[in-house]
């Protein structure tokens, strides 16, 4: 949840496109459904309060799963522990490949962005808006910037043409 909250494209996209703004209420009300809370500012002093209640949910649930489960049908494994259980478990053989590793350092967001069809898709429509905000920021800036101009050069005309016919007043009068 944490990689989430950091990555600031992610926090972008709830803003600017119109699926994120859907599918991120979608889930924050999931979130606050499940734990009390949406977990939205992690710096808050119900941070840790939300941390407490999801480790405890956490915990509740697999000991209500050793509890219940049918002998023989769970496995408790740590993913440490490599192929071995798990296939055992599973009544596979072990593969020759090494044991995968994902989302080391955080970069789960980042594989997700890569290859979620929502994401995508949100991403697609962030690049979108934020180009035509761009392109009416620029244009709204030149025809300011034009319209400024004109008034200022029409202004100067007008003081011209009449410090012009102040001069030719004066010199008629001579």
């Known amino acids: 949840m944490q990689a989430f909250l950091n990555n600031y494209i992610y926090g972008f996209m709830q803003i600017v496109s119109p699926t994120g703004r859907k599918y991120f209420t979608f889930f924050r009300n ?44 769970l496995l408790v494994y740590d993913v440490r522990q490599g192929w071995a259980p798990l296939c055992k478990f599973l009544g596979k053989e072990i593969p020759d490949k090494p044991f995968p590793h994902e989302n080391v350092a955080g970069n789960v967001v980042d594989q997700m962005m890569a290859i979620h069809p929502a994401l995508i898709r949100m991403q697609r429509e962030t690049a979108a808006i934020t180009l035509l905000m761009s392109l009416g920021l620029v244009f709204g800036s030149y025809k300011f910037y034009n319209s400024n101009r004109s008034t200022l050069c029409n202004d100067c005309r007008v003081h011209e043409v009449s410090e012009l016919e102040g001069d030719f007043g004066n010199n008629e009068r001579r």
Request: charged share 25%; net charge positive; proline share 7%.
């Open 30 to 73: 999931v979130v606050r459904s499940l734990w009390g809370s949406d977990m939205r500012h992690p710096r808050d002093s119900c941070a840790v309060d939300n941390q407490m209640m999801i480790r405890k949910a956490f915990r509740q649930h697999g000991k209500y799963c050793e509890q219940n489960c049918p002998p023989g049908k």
